[in-house]
């Protein structure tokens, strides 16, 4: 097969790869349906992530179910799957607790920008929808793998509830998908902080009612005018630098909620500035297998359309094209068909 193998920042290649193959009872192989390259994609990209030998990279699939290990039940070949970029059982005492990105047997999946892929602990990672979606569904039940579920547990773990005023920062794919979380779980208003013009305009139409353009301290002097000088009851920080979660935790009022899904990169939270702001901090690898039946739901029913993400659709062979307009910013999300 073919996929996409990373050799050092800036340099991505479309390369032969040894095909997958089930390696124990509880994995599946699947044929890539679509795939795509994540913000997250760009760290190694950019040389802000170690890369110390070349290696497959990829995360976020849906495809249809090629071969199953013995201990696979759930699923059968020929069925079309959603799953997650951390596999999980969904069995262990941190799964039944809805934290199936905390596993005991986890796993992340990396080798995804390919025609197929391997997934572990496919008994309870894979979901299988009814039937075949319509392929216009397919960029939408990708953006579940990740992104969606990523921006739903941001509003999650933010406590975003009916009538509240919610603040989101970043506007790359989760952030955008954290929009459409946030008006979801009942938000009245919700301020994306968005310097780009076209992101601007995508959030409005997931659900923004604001959109904020200053960063740092005006960024912050900004959403406390808007919230009248206290703060917005529920943050969704969506990037992961040091200066988003600082805007973050600084745009939220005493007794508001940040949630946290950024990867973190050089990012130091003071306790004791932490301690007197009564705000609260949940956040981490989102939990995406909790919300998939829901979410893959929203998708078919044309509830939301977290799809409209992808702006940019390459053939797998121009992967390094993709990686090359998302790291410029010509394009939010590059969808890939192989």
Not at 25 to 35: E, L
Not at 61 to 68: A, P, S, T
Not at 250 to 279: I, K, T, W, Y
Request: glycine content about 12%; some cysteine; hydrophobic content about 40%.
């Amino acid at each position: 097969m073919r996929g996409a193998v990373i050799h050092a920042p800036g340099d991505v290649r479309f390369e032969t790869l040894e095909d997958p193959k089930i390696l124990k009872p509880t994995d599946a192989i699947i044929r890539t349906a679509v795939t795509c390259v994540c913000g997250s994609d760009l760290w190694p990209y950019r040389g802000l992530e170690p890369a110390q030998e070349a290696h497959p990279m990829g995360h976020e699939y849906v495809g249809f179910v090629e071969e199953v290990g013995g201990q696979v039940t759930a699923v059968r070949p020929g069925q079309f799957v959603v799953g997650s970029f951390a596999t999980s059982d969904n069995t262990c005492a941190n799964c039944r607790n809805g934290f199936q990105s905390s596993c005991l047997n986890r796993e992340f999946m990396s080798t995804c920008q390919a025609e197929y892929v391997r997934i572990p602990n496919a008994q309870g990672t894979l979901v299988a929808t009814g039937q075949v979606p319509d392929e216009e569904l397919w960029p939408g039940l990708l953006a579940v793998s990740d992104v969606m579920g990523t921006g739903w547990y941001a509003a999650d773990a933010a406590e975003v509830k009916p009538g509240s005023t919610a603040v989101v920062v970043g506007d790359g794919a989760v952030g955008l998908c954290a929009v459409i979380a946030a008006k979801e779980m009942g938000a009245e208003r919700i301020i994306a902080m968005s310097r780009h013009e076209p992101r601007q305009r995508l959030a409005r139409e997931f659900g923004a009612t604001d959109i904020v353009t200053e960063r740092g301290e005006e960024g912050i002097a900004r959403i406390k005018e808007l919230t009248g000088g206290i703060g917005a009851d529920a943050v969704l920080e969506c990037v992961g630098t040091a200066e988003a979660m600082r805007q973050a935790l600084h745009s939220a009022r005493p007794g508001g909620n940040v949630g946290f899904v950024g990867v973190p990169h050089e990012v130091a939270v003071d306790g004791q500035e932490l301690f007197f702001s009564h705000v609260g901090l949940r956040g981490g690898p989102a939990p995406v297998r909790r919300y998939l039946p829901d979410l893959i739901d929203h998708v078919l029913s044309g509830r939301i359309n977290p799809g409209k993400v992808f702006d940019l659709t390459l053939p797998l062979e121009q992967v390094a094209e993709g990686y090359q307009a998302m790291d410029e910013r010509r394009a939010i999300k590059t969808l890939l068909k192989p």
